[in-house]
């Protein structure tokens, strides 16, 4: 009998393919495998995918042969989380949902609740790598660097990350569903869930104005020309260009055009053409406090890496960090659409060292 087997993992089920797959990994490597589904959005519309995704999380569970047991955090969700992205929204920056979702409901409720029931560890089908060799663990970087999921586990509590297992991390996408395909998994050609966290993919647009009523407000350029209206500047995010109704103006040179800038006091969207206007790249960045993986920061100044976005580039940066915790992060380039509300993460190499929300942006020069 391996010292696996008699380890007892609960893992977050979705439902999806990811965490199918991380459980079939988990009882191949020996240990004892129940299954968790988390519902976490209880309004009934035709966006919210739950009850097929429950259904989903069975089938996998009756595959493996193991329980599945199901708790609700909805109320949870709502007050720890989704109150938390509305407010930002109200206030004109754009949050990352998933960010919040990862510390306050898998990695905090589901963490707890699993360890309740007795679980030595959690597990779910992030692509991410934990090393627990060490006394405090140290998140890694996946294998396959397009579905990497660092980004939004920076800010899980390093207790509950202690506990944790990523049976997906030295794995590419590719390899995940053709284990699900040779698994027998139904669920193997599934598509990836996208859109907000636990609430999935809709018309963002229509979905924000049933909790924050449309403000109209002027589209401006950075000289105070009028170019059209808004119906709120929570509707847009900073480099977005397709929607801005504005695309027949006969002003500029033709290019399209961007959003720059938000002027929440005077409600005013402030755009740009072309994706190389100057007012689209800052090179200061100014956080709100940092979370650190280990505890503390290896150094200050800090020389490392830094994502702006989770899609975007680890670039080169100089950390100071103030004594209150805030963070001045300066760029060896400037950065494309820097946006308060997101989260700016940072890397030394492969490991993941913490981030911290970024609330204003800047320029040396």
Known sequence: MTNQSKQRVIIGLSGGVDSSVAAWLLLQQGYSVEGLFMSNWDEDDSYCTAAQDFQDARQVCAELEIPLH???????????????????????????????????????????????????????GHYARLDHSKRTPRLLTSRDRQKDQTYFLHAAPTAALARTLFPLGDLIKAEVRQMATDAGFANHAKKDS?????????????????????????????EGDELGFHQGIMYYTLGQRQGLGIGGQVQGNGRPWYVADKQVDSNTLIVVQGDDHPLLYHDVVITEPVTWLAGKAPSNPLHCQAKLRYRGQATNCQIDIH???????????????????????????????????????????
């Open 323 to 365: 004594p209150e915790g805030y963070l001045n992060a300066i760029f060896d380039q400037p950065q494309w659409a820097v946006t308060p509300g997101q989260s700016l993460v940072l890397y030394d190499g492969e490991e993941c060292l913490g981030g911290a929300v970024i609330t204003t942006r800047d320029r040396r020069h």
């Open 70 to 124: 199901r708790v609700n955090f909805a109320t949870a969700y709502k007050d720890r989380v989704f109150s938390h992205f509305l407010a930002e929204y109200a206030a004109g920056r754009t949050p990352n949902p998933d960010v919040l979702c990862n510390r306050e409901i898998k990695f905090d409720l589901f963490f707890h609740h699993a360890r309740r029931l007795g679980a030595d560890w959690i597990a779910t």
């Open 194 to 222: 996208t859109g907000i966290c636990f609430i999935g993919e809709r018309d963002f647009t229509e979905f924000l104005s049933r909790y924050l009523p449309t403000k109209p407000g002027k589209i401006c350029t950075p």
